[in-house]
């Protein structure tokens, strides 16, 4: 089998609700999404997407991955789909770093091998757990008030996870941590994420001020050094998922004792070829994950649900439905849903959904072999 046609295609998808992290830092109203159609000569039709979290949250960007598919495609062209670690070399040769442009290539060439081989692709990756995966919500608020009514909104949805995201001054932080612990229902998962929102000092005084709660906090400061140096001085968990990007984050990580959670976003890793690595990783060290696309459709969506299949249930905290988050959906509704505040893996051969093409517009490039 080869591929013989890349087809890209680019779309906005706008938030129902404008968003904030980092305690107000940094704004998001629209996401940058890429979706990319691989054709092979065997009539197979594979789909993936990359949808960074708009330009500001981390290096990556939607126009990055579009540059980046344009340099790749000539050596992807022309290689067997199912043969995924050639396809990953042969785009880490084509354009060295750059990961989340590579993902959605390596999203629909998992698609297409799990089509091929008639099995969903966590279950071509070996495994496949039918345990629904909770959904955290993302509770983008700043005050206590805004972050009850956000919590009763997701509540009335099913959710039995969040992420509450916090940062940048240490006193509301505190407030808004002991009133959302004075209202965790019994079996809820909630992780305050501050998305690098404080400093060391901020981080240490936050950290102390809750130590009675002992709650999990996600990337607590702007880096592994910040977080690795303030980790011996605080007895609080730790997720990290913004520096976690490639596999040798994952290593010190997990060597040095720097988290007791993962936080896998596929796009920004490189898709599910790198991020099985990291999984791996976390598996041999004790680490538990989350496993979320960095943003994008239920196409993203559905593939960290694959890979959250892949984890053993007890390791598995939470997946994360960005779609929920959306004014449009690409896919008309198919994929894997909220239903009651989870995500039920697809039974369907490959990713398990595909876009409405006619809801992406005119390409914005084909890529052919010669
Ligand atoms: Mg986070």
Redesign the pocket.
Known sequence: MKITCITVFHQDLPLEHPYWLSGGRLKFEVLDATFVRIDTDEGLIGWGEGTPWGHTYVPAHGPGIRAGIETIAPFVLGLDPRRILDVERAMDLALPGHLYAKSPIDMACWDIAGQAAGLPIAELMGAGSRTPRPIASSVGAKTVDETRDVIERYRARGYVAH?V?IGGDVERDIARIRDMESLRLPGEIV?Y???RGWSRQQALRVMRATQDLNVMF??PCESLDDIAAISAKHAAPV?V??SLVTLQDATRIARDGLAEVF?I?LNRVGGLTKAARMRDVALAHGIDM?VMATGGSVLADTEALHLAATIPDANCRAVWACQDMLTTDVANGRGPRNIDGHLHLPKTPGLGVHPDEAKLGAPTATYTLP
């Open positions: 992420s995201k992780l994420d501050v998305n996600e990337q997720s998922d913004e936080g976003k989350f």
